[in-house]
């Protein structure tokens, strides 16, 4: 089962988040075989991290839930809130098989909140610049929730257009970059 995992950081968090840099690694580091996309979101500046997006495959809705709430930035309080999803892989491939590569171009992490029917459950035609892509599921896997997308785009404008704007009650665009050790 594929889970989509957004954790916010609490303001202030910088330090923290900092000196926990290789803890956090490590963790993940354990679950480098189920990962299919991760890394940090960022402020407008680019610089300052206001999250970590981590896309996992993972046994079952128990594992997914200690795999969000034992990373090292949550327990130790670095973290506001955790939006933990099932999540479908609707591209069939992880972050490291995107064509563009970890560097180049803006990049993004696009969250439509849903309201009412499913939308955009079908992968729009310029796959080649999209990185994850797939609908934000309920527990057990049936009920559409949303849409969570990494992609590389021009501008935060052209991210959000990836989504069509009058079914989601929400969409967030944040700036996002590959994670993991380099």
Same mark, same amino acid.
């Given at each position: 089962?594929?889970?989509?995992?957004y954790?916010?950081d609490?303001p202030?968090?910088?330090?923290?988040?900092e000196?926990l840099l290789e803890e956090h690694?490590?963790y993940?580091?354990?679950y480098?075989?189920?990962l299919?996309?991760r890394?940090?979101t960022f402020?407008?500046?680019?610089?300052t991290p206001t999250?970590s997006?981590?896309?996992?495959?993972l046994?079952?809705?128990a594992a997914a839930r200690?795999?969000?709430?034992d990373?090292?930035?949550?327990?130790?309080?670095?973290y /506001?809130?955790? @939006?933990?999803r099932?999540?479908r892989n609707?591209?069939?491939?992880?972050m =490291?098989d *995107?064509? %563009?590569?970890r560097t180049?171009?803006?990049?993004?992490?696009?969250l439509?909140?849903?309201?009412?029917?499913?939308?955009d459950?079908v992968?729009?035609p310029?796959?080649?610049?999209?990185?994850?892509y797939?609908?934000l599921?309920?527990?057990?896997?049936?009920?559409?929730?949303g849409?969570?997308?990494?992609?590389?785009?021009?501008?935060?404008?052209t991210? /959000?257009?990836v @989504?069509?704007?009058e079914?989601?009650?929400?969409?967030?665009?944040?700036? =996002?970059? *590959?994670? %993991?050790?380099?």
């Open positions: 089962m594929e889970y989509f995992c954790h916010r609490r202030g968090s910088v330090t923290l988040r000196e690694w490590s993940m580091d354990g480098a075989k189920e299919i996309a890394g940090p402020a407008e500046d680019g610089e999250g997006v981590h896309i996992v495959d046994p079952d809705p200690a795999f969000a709430f990373e090292p930035n949550y327990q130790a309080g670095a /506001r809130d955790v @939006l933990l099932r999540w609707l591209l069939g491939r992880t =490291w *995107f064509p %563009g590569g180049g171009g803006n990049r993004y992490l696009v439509g909140l849903g309201s009412g029917e499913a939308a459950l992968v729009p310029d796959r080649d610049e999209l990185i994850a797939g609908p599921l309920s527990d057990d896997g049936v009920t559409w929730l849409t969570a997308v990494l992609l590389r785009a021009p501008a935060p404008d991210a /959000r257009a @989504l069509t704007p079914r989601y009650a929400d969409i967030e665009v944040h700036d =996002w970059e *590959f994670g %993991g050790r380099r």
